[in-house]
């Protein structure tokens, strides 16, 4: 019954190689998010997408790539991967974001431990 | 300088101890929010703030929104609640509608029994 899970939980790959990570969010909520957790603890958001609608995006290379087949589901396609990608990466989701109304928590997932070599 | 700003970098206590943890931000925002990380690496939402107090528990919330400022209290402090402790605001992101969250670097809480 987990209410936010990610897939895989562990990523090692080699540099240049394409990866995807999925995500998906059993709660009914219309808002779902990336966050990329550094070496240095920072959590810094990446993408957020409401009802399949890309909200935010922050500045994060092109070759990272989010797909929202549904609300239930967020996933990210990395291409190309670099050393500097290696990181922590965690979904979550809320129930609305903002447009008037506030949010009142954000449920994260396990997170996606991501090492390239 | 981030422009959220936390403190103390590192907190150990002795079991029983009441323990604050700070948050400061330099920027109008419209929501903050207080997560917790367990060495495990799960981060969990403890609450979200846009004014006044919360209590969750043995956890309680304030903020002061003219000073910019957040704190998290926890009362009677337990060996489990080591964990980082993380400050998010969430700003309106420049070009329209869009919002955007910013972190503090987190506060590595460690209980001793």
């Known amino acids: 019954d987990t209410a936010v899970s990610q897939t895989p939980k562990y990523l090692v790959t080699q540099m240049g190689n394409d990866k995807s990570i999925k995500c998906e969010q059993n709660l009914g909520h219309d808002t779902m998010y990336w966050y990329k957790q550094d070496s240095k603890k920072f959590l810094k958001i990446m993408f957020s997408?409401?009802?399949?609608?890309?909200?935010i995006n922050e500045t994060v290379p092109n070759r990272f790539s989010p797909k929202s087949p549904d609300k239930a589901h967020l996933n990210l396609h990395i291409n190309s991967l670099e050393l500097g990608d290696s990181a922590v990466y965690f979904c979550?989701?809320?129930?609305?974001f903002g447009r008037g109304r506030w949010v009142e928590t954000q449920y994260f997932g396990p997170g996606t431990r991501l090492l390239v070599l | 300088k981030n422009e959220v700003e936390q403190s103390p970098q590192n907190l150990t206590a002795q079991e029983g101890e009441f323990i604050t943890i700070n948050c400061s931000y330099s920027v109008g925002i419209s929501a903050l929010h207080w997560l917790q990380q367990h060495p495990g690496g799960g981060i969990v939402s403890l609450f979200m703030?846009?004014?006044g107090k919360k209590k969750h528990g043995r956890l309680i919330a304030t903020i002061n929104i003219q000073e910019k400022h957040s704190s998290l209290h926890i009362t009677a402090s337990h060996p489990r609640d080591s964990a980082v402790y993380i400050c998010a605001v969430r700003t309106r992101a420049s070009g329209g509608s869009n919002y955007k969250l910013t972190f503090g670097k987190g506060t590595l809480l460690t209980v001793n029994p």
């Open positions: 997408y409401n009802n399949k609608e890309l909200i």
């Open positions: 703030l846009s004014s």
């Open positions: 979550a989701s809320s129930q609305d």
